[in-house]
């Protein structure tokens, strides 16, 4: 008996939890998927991926991500160079006609402060059919509850580009590529 009552305790908390979060769809115009890295070791070039979708699913009673989902068409890469891009999309970098997306779900978040504004989303990315582990630091931006509610936060860190497949080791370009994702979402 004591093991149902725990069991339907259990259900009820975990139901209260699932009630207060709610999905929201990322707003790709108001959401900036960007990344810098070393060029020539002495400079940075800076780039973003312009066509993207995300699910994000957040509970604001307990400030948390519960999910984040994000898919990245290859193609999108802008780092204000066409001749460049059209490199990066190449077998060379990205192979994009093999490998069309990138892919990221979260696996993990935790809080870093007692204000619950910023924490660590730990998750899968996975690019040119090779998945690996990656760290986030989480910065949270805020709620807007106008015509449409939104969320906005920060995420930031690096990847080594190699580890995925992405070009070779060299010293005209980086390895270490970092990582500045603004997002802004709409509640569903």
Do not use: W
């Not at 070393?38 to 519960?66: P, Y």
């Amino acid at each position: 008996m004591r093991k149902i009552l725990f069991s339907l305790a259990a259900c009820s908390l975990l139901t209260l939890s699932l009630a207060n979060a709610k999905e929201y769809v990322v707003d790709t115009a108001h959401t900036d998927v960007g990344f810098k890295i070393k060029h020539m070791q002495i400079s940075n070039t800076k780039g973003n991926f312009a066509d993207f979708k995300g699910i994000v699913d957040f509970d604001e009673k307990t400030m948390k991500l519960n999910k984040l989902e994000a898919t990245i068409q290859i193609a999108s890469i802008d780092t204000g160079n066409e001749g460049r891009d059209e490199h990066l999309r190449d077998t060379d970098f990205f192979d994009a006609k093999k490998f069309p997306e990138m892919k990221f779900v979260m696996t993990e978040f935790k809080f870093d402060d007692d204000e619950k504004d910023e924490g660590i989303v730990k998750g899968d990315l996975t690019i040119k059919g090779i998945t690996k582990p990656i760290e986030l630091e989480y910065e949270f931006g805020g709620i807007s509850k106008g015509d449409v509610e939104k969320i906005g936060f920060n995420l930031s860190g690096k990847i080594d580009r190699t580890e995925f497949g992405v070009g070779e080791k060299s010293l005209a370009i980086g390895s270490e590529v970092k990582l500045d994702i603004e997002i802004e979402a709409d509640a569903k």
